[in-house]
């Protein structure tokens, strides 16, 4: 890649009398960025900047976000557009390869895809060992980091093949690992993937297709599911993608990686999220508990889940897609007079009104919901940030490869400012008061 920029300048800093010029490059979209790779080097001083808030630590070509304007796009093409005219797999190919496909290459593409979705018959087995309460996501971490011991031809990161077929199978397993793990809590036998269906048809078959029984996918929810893992497929720098490029800076697999940016999905600032906004909407219940529940919010006792995001200093882009396919979900299912969703649009309209969450420019992120539709496809809470993995896994492993194809790239490595005690010697435990 070795893009880096156009020079725009130079800033100077003034450290301990010394002066010193750090260029300023500019990028095709964005704020531009004060280059400090010597800064350590000429000053001795290091810049501090925990939670990341105004460092960008990489270049890259997949996707930009706009938090003020709200803007979200893939390769430059609008998250509102892919989501209403693109499909999950054609949106893969595009943040894999950089430019949406001729309709020859997205075929092959999908079919190429489609050959990679069953698992080694053995790792079947690896699901038996877990405790059938187990959380999937704690599945999903150890199954997905299995696949390195499975698949070994895929593994030297060193050969473009072996990374664009560890991508394919990544894309490809995701959902029968994922479709695996909700069979097991729930013990019903494992479904095989079909080849004839569709992405998000045959995952949704394989989560709800019974041996004695066969599942017909409704159309409408496929296409709600398809939309949902675009809506997920990639959001640039954010925690658990960074953690995929950290673990794959030293050099690990493509599947360890993944495992890694899985395990830091899970959490509840995170991925977690939307599992939380549908439970917080539960124990608000009615609307007339709203306004407790606010002024909860106020005195900080919790937080509003489903609100805020770390970039985002608008309406989540993905958010307004996700709402509109919540009513589309809700009324297919014949829920569309489900509590929960009243309580969410008020929330939202209350919320959206309130001085104190405009002050502090909080919106509903992609999560608020997210939870109430997936309930309605089917899915119990828990499976929710497996979904989100599922589709995030393109984000991860394209912006794995193209770390990993950047000549300039290191290994990840920050640096810190301590403040723990200052050298001092050892006193043998019978001299210690
Ligand atoms: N509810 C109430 N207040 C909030 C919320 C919220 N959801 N989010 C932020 N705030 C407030 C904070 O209390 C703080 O107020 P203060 O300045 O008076 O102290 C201010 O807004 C800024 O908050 P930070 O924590 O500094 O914002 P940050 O950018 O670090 O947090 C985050 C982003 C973690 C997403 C946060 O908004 C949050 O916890 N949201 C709820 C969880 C959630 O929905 N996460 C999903 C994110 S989207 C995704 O991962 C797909």
Do not use: L
């Given at each position: 890649m070795e893009n880096k920029g156009t020079p725009n300048g130079a800033a100077s800093i003034s450290i301990g009398g010394k002066d010193l010029g750090l260029p300023i490059l500019k990028g095709t979209l964005g704020p531009d960025v004060v280059d400090i790779r010597k800064l350590y080097g000429e000053t001795d001083v290091f810049t501090y900047d925990p939670g990341f808030t105004?460092?960008?630590a990489c270049e890259s070509q997949i996707t930009f976000i706009d938090g003020d304007k709200g803007v979200l796009l893939h390769r430059g093409y609008p998250i509102g557009q892919l989501a209403e005219q693109s499909s999950f797999l054609e949106v893969c190919y595009l943040l894999l390869n950089g430019e949406l496909p001729t309709a020859d290459e997205l075929t092959k593409f999908e079919r190429t895809i489609t050959l990679h979705t069953m698992l080694h018959d053995q790792m079947d087995r690896f699901f038996q060992g877990?405790?059938?309460?187990?959380?999937p996501m704690a599945v999903m971490v150890g199954t997905v980091g299995a696949l390195s011991a499975f698949y070994h031809d895929s593994t030297d990161i060193t050969d473009l093949q072996q990374r664009t077929i560890s991508a394919h199978r990544l894309i490809a397993k995701m959902p029968t690992l994922a479709a695996r793990a909700y069979k097991y809590t729930i013990g019903q036998p494992f479904i095989y993937p079909r080849n004839e269906l569709g992405y998000a048809e045959n995952f949704l078959r394989m989560c709800f297709a019974v041996p004695a029984e066969d599942y017909q996918v409704n159309p409408v929810l496929a296409k709600a599911m398809d939309k949902i893992f675009i809506l997920h497929a990639d959001h640039e720098q954010n925690a658990s993608t960074s953690t995929v490029r950290l673990a794959g800076s030293s050099g690990a697999n493509p599947f360890a990686c993944i495992a890694a940016g899985i395990a830091c999905l899970w959490g509840p600032a995170h991925g977690g999220a939307n599992e939380e906004a549908l439970n917080m909407l539960k124990e608000i219940?009615?609307?007339?508990?709203i306004p407790e529940y606010v002024q909860g919010v106020k005195d900080r006792k919790y937080r509003l889940m489903g609100f805020g995001h770390r970039v985002y200093k608008?309406?989540?882009?993905?958010a307004k897609v996700m709402q509109q396919t919540c009513h589309e979900v809700l009324a297919e299912t014949g829920h569309g007079d489900d509590p929960l969703l009243k309580v969410a649009m008020e929330l939202e309209k209350i919320a959206l009104n309130d001085p104190y969450f405009v002050e502090r420019k909080l919106y509903p992120n992609v999560d608020f919901y997210s939870g109430i539709t997936l309930r309605a496809l089917?899915?119990?809470?828990?499976?929710f940030t497996v979904l989100f993995a599922l589709a995030r896994t393109v984000g991860w492993i394209a912006q794995w490869k193209e770390m990993i194809e950047?000549?300039?790239?290191?290994?990840g490595r920050p640096r810190q400012l301590y403040t723990g005690p200052a050298m001092r010697d050892y006193t043998p435990v019978d001299k210690r008061g």
């Open positions: 105004s460092t960008a877990f405790r059938r309460d187990a959380h219940g009615t609307v007339d508990r608008n309406y989540d882009p993905r089917g899915f119990p809470a828990e499976m950047d000549p300039s790239q290191k290994i």
